[in-house]
T-cell receptor
Framework: AQTVTQSQPEMSVQEAETVTLSCTYD???????LFWYKQPPSRQMILVIR??????QNATENRFSVNFQKAAKSFSLKISDSQLGDTAMYFC????????????FGKGTKLSVKP | DGGITQSPKYLFRKEGQNVTLSCEQN?????MYWYRQDPGQGLRLIYY???????QKGDIAEGYSVSREKKESFPLTVTSAQKNPTAFYLC???????????????FGDGTRLSIL
């Protein structure tokens, strides 16, 4: 069975600084996908970034980028130039390739961006 | 605008009562999902459906039931058999997945269910 671990329950960062959220996962699969979702106080889950395991290049979406280390089964999220609107819960999620879309979530990291 | 609508936003259940949470999407997505979120926990999958009139149990299906009579709708019933139903419930949808691509899920705004 796959598991996803987020070892940082809470983090804080000053506005405009950079912060990295960690995520590790355990799987015997070779074909899979990894996601970071953001859940602001409104509680809606918003997709931040996605990485296909077969791609060596790290995914980037504007201020958000990942450091995907397949051998180490690590998938960290880096947020550059942090903004107050980045304050939210961040969830790392795993999806097995060829599955019926079932996401396995970590327990989340609560990020606070301070002015 | 396309999206996923969950209703109601807040719901209260009496002991021994069944309640139904609504989830409607106009994204023309084939697949729909129900998750439960407890404090300090990630989301856990309750049920999912890839096509109309078909659905599968997720990791925590006991005490819940679903139906998928229309592509746009995937209601979740929390039955009296679910002894600890207080939680935040999220519905999601995605383009149907196959062996070659896994599509990200889009989420609704959630329903908070509490016991009276």
């Amino acid at each position: 069975a796959q598991t996803v671990t987020q070892s940082q329950p809470e983090m804080s960062v000053q506005e405009a600084e950079t912060v990295t959220l960690s995520c590790t996962y355990d799987t015997s699969e070779n074909n899979y996908y990894l996601f970071w979702y953001k859940q602001p106080p409104s509680r809606q889950m918003i997709l931040v970034i996605r990485q296909e395991a077969y791609k060596q290049q790290n995914a980037t979406e504007n201020r958000f980028s990942v450091n995907f280390q397949k051998a180490a089964k690590s998938f960290s999220l880096k947020i550059s130039d942090s903004q107050l609107g980045d304050t939210a819960m961040y969830f790392c999620a795993f999806m097995k390739g060829g599955s019926q879309g079932n996401l396995i979530f970590g327990k989340g990291t609560k990020l606070s961006v301070k002015p | 605008d396309g999206g996923i609508t969950q209703s109601p936003k807040y719901l209260f259940r009496k002991e021994g009562q069944n309640v139904t949470l609504s989830c409607e999407q106009n994204l023309n997505h084939d697949a729909m999902y129900w998750y439960r979120q407890d404090p300090g926990q990630g989301l856990r999958l309750i049920y999912y459906s890839q096509i109309v009139n078909d659905f599968q149990k997720g990791d925590i299906a006991e005490g819940y039931s679903v139906s998928r009579e229309k592509k746009e709708s995937f209601p979740l019933t929390v039955t009296s058999a679910q002894k600890n139903p207080t939680a935040f419930y999220l519905c999601a949808s995605s383009i149907a997945t196959d062996s070659y691509s896994n599509q990200p899920q889009h989420f609704g705004d959630g329903t908070r269910l509490s016991i009276l």
